[in-house]
């Protein structure tokens, strides 16, 4: 999909949808408010507004972020313009299916996490992707699932 397209639009269509999804998110995160956040495949910013933390938001959509009020930045889950060890919680929320190399992002989320930091990948249950993501998300991290109207929630920590 081309996120570009459909920025001033994106709100109306779905932000009530993701928000329904961050508040079961709200609940597993216990988000801390010294906590550093990166949202990758942050979009107009409905998660990095939502949480009440240092915020950083990531997407290659560049109208997308232009609707996105907090901290944000231009880039690929694939190519994090982050040090190492930097996040104490990383979320995915509806975005990890449109990464373009999911191997390679799964790498750059472990290597700008924190040892402890808290993972959150949410994908939806009609992506082609799902069962190549959980496989991989199987293999790098220690997870649960939560089942969402529209998306399954995976959270956990680095292996
Ligand atoms: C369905 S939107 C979700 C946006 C936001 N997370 C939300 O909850 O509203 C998917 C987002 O993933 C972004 N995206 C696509 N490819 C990406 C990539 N390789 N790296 C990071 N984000 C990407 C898109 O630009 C888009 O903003």
Avoid: W
């Avoid at 808290?118 to 959980?134: A, D, G, P, R």
């Amino acid at each position: 999909m081309d996120y570009d397209k459909i920025a001033s639009s994106y709100n109306r269509l779905y932000k009530e949808e993701q928000l329904k999804k961050l508040k079961a998110i709200e609940k597993i995160l216990n988000v801390r408010k010294e906590d550093y956040l990166l949202d990758i495949g942050s979009g107009t910013g409905i998660s990095t507004n939502y949480f009440k933390c240092n915020c950083f938001g990531l997407d290659p959509s560049f109208k997308m972020l232009k609707f996105s009020k907090d901290l944000k930045v231009c880039g690929y889950a694939e190519n994090l313009p982050f040090k190492e060890n930097t996040f104490d919680i990383i979320i995915a929320v509806t975005s990890f299916h449109n990464f373009i190399d999911f191997r390679k992002a799964i790498l750059e989320i472990k290597r700008v996490s924190k040892k402890n930091a808290k993972i959150v990948i949410t994908v939806m249950k009609k992506s082609s992707y799902l069962e190549q993501i959980t496989d991989l998300i199987k293999e790098n991290f220690i997870f649960e699932t939560i089942e969402e109207e529209k998306d399954i929630i995976f959270y956990g920590n680095l292996m």
